[in-house]
């Protein structure tokens, strides 16, 4: 009785690992999916904001620019209540391109056709208790930013998730418009061009010809996807080693119903026998096909010399993450990938430990 109680512990334990390093898995890539947006990024150079904000064609409103900067913001009464502060000089669509999830406000407007304020700001709530020591209410206050006063039109939530904590530097970000009074840019950094209908894109790439002075294009689909392939790593070798496991399981079973029936059937008609092998083998097999059906993005490197070389999909992965870093949101990107890789491979060790606990008991 002891040793089956051991046993059913030890496998409650190692299923209960198994569902919570998967489950991290899964959590870390919807969080990543939902934070990265789709469409592509121009890195690398500059484009004047000016131009950008014309909008000859549909979609054409939707393009995020970005430029950003270090600062201080300090409140206008106490002196001593300042932080460091990441400063983005952008435009109207950075929210929508973002997801950018507001407490209090609104976002700012920054198209030609609504009244411009170069004293707009949108701030985070961690930094209202800063300046404010105030939780609500902040919306009109008026605070200092690299010695220009400004106003308070949003505040926005910020994430204090593990994986947007380690993906930052920390800081607090303020938002103003381009023009803004404290930190006014005519050139942007980045911009982000929304996910769109290829017509459109094509049309919206040659009116942009010239206007774009970038020399990196990035992708942001691809790295969305990237991250779901971490994902679909975990499930492709936990449903291989299940299938595999199974097809073991059914194989044992029907090898002792064969050895029994062995002594009961004539030897004639012997045949007959393996038909219940055969079936459970071939059941096996769709199942091991259906469980293991994902797209995987293999290394363009992989080669037949160095596929069975472990030390090279560590230094692939390394050099993947190193190069994630460079782009926008690649502290982010490079923190999810190592976050949902860690888990997999936790759940995947759990799973082995629980297949081998199973299997020796059944061999007993």
């Known amino acids: 009785m002891t040793g089956k109680k051991g046993f059913w512990t030890k496998l409650i334990i190692f299923a209960l690992l ?57 409140s206008v009464t106490d002196p001593a209540k300042f932080a460091s502060v990441s400063i983005v000089r952008t435009d109207g669509a950075y929210r929508d391109t973002f997801s950018m999830k507001l407490t209090e406000g609104a976002f700012f407007h920054t198209d030609a056709q609504t009244m411009r304020n170069g004293q707009d700001a949108v701030i985070s709530d961690r930094l209202a208790v800063t300046l404010f020591a105030a939780e609500h209410d902040i919306v009109g206050r008026r605070f200092l930013l690299n010695g220009k006063e400004l106003q308070v039109v949003g505040v926005y939530e910020t994430k204090r998730d593990i994986l947007s904590r380690l993906g930052s530097d920390g800081a607090d970000t303020v938002y103003v418009p381009w ?111 259906l469980l293991t059906r994902f797209d995987l993005a293999l290394p363009y490197e992989l080669t037949e010399t160095n596929i069975l070389r472990p030390g090279f999909y560590l230094e692939w992965f390394i050099t993947s993450v190193q190069t994630t870093r460079q782009i926008p949101l690649g502290a982010y990107i490079g923190t999810a990938a190592v976050f949902r890789t860690a888990f997999g491979a936790l759940a995947f060790v759990f799973l082995l430990h629980g297949l081998a606990l199973i299997g020796k008991q059944i061999k007993k």
């Open 18 to 74: 198994f569902a919570l390093c998967l489950a991290g898995s899964l959590a870390t890539g919807k969080a990543a999916l939902k934070t990265v947006p789709g469409g592509t990024v121009f890195t690398g150079g500059n484009a004047a904001f000016s131009v950008l904000e014309e909008a000859p064609l549909p979609g054409m409103e939707r393009l995020c620019a970005v430029s950003r900067a270090r600062g201080y913001a300090g």
């Open 179 to 289: 023009y803004s009074d404290a930190a006014p840019a005519d050139t942007a950094q980045e911009v982000w061009i929304p996910e769109m209908e290829y017509g459109l894109r094509t049309r919206l790439m040659e009116r942009l010809d010239g206007a774009l002075d970038f020399w990196q294009e990035t992708d942001l689909a691809m790295q969305r996807k990237l991250i779901s392939q971490k994902g679909n790593m975990t499930l492709f070798f936990c449903g291989l080693a299940g299938s595999v496991f199974l097809v073991w399981v059914l194989y044992r079973c029907v090898k002792r119903d064969v050895l029994y029936l062995r002594q009961q059937i004539p030897e004639k008609r012997w045949w007959a026998k393996h038909i219940a092998l055969w079936c459970a083998l071939a059941i096996g097999a769709v199942l091991l096909i």
